[in-house]
């Protein structure tokens, strides 16, 4: 499997705060980031968008998405007897 290799810029903050979260799990930045990406990139569309919008930072929004996607899973509305 060939490997891609992506340039990532961050606040100083950001980095800051990813390598405390390192140093608690005993990760590099860039292993914690390739796991990150990789998991991202297998989101249902719609996690993918509401964490690369404004809606990934609104919780009501987020608990609406994450009742729509476990209602689709399991096969949508259940239809009373």
């Not at 608690?24 to 919008?53: C, H, K, N, Y």
Request: glycine fraction near 8%; charged fraction near 25%.
């Amino acid at each position: 499997m060939g490997k891609a290799i992506v340039r990532v810029v961050l606040d100083q903050g950001v980095a800051d705060a990813l390598d405390k979260v390192g140093n608690r799990r005993g990760m590099t930045q860039l292993s914690m980031m390739t796991r990150m990406v990789d998991w991202f990139s297998r989101q249902d569309p719609e996690i993918q968008r509401a964490i690369l919008t404004a809606e990934g930072t609104n919780h009501a929004a987020a608990s609406k998405i994450l009742i729509r996607l476990a209602k689709h899973r399991n096969g949508g509305p259940k239809k009373s007897k």
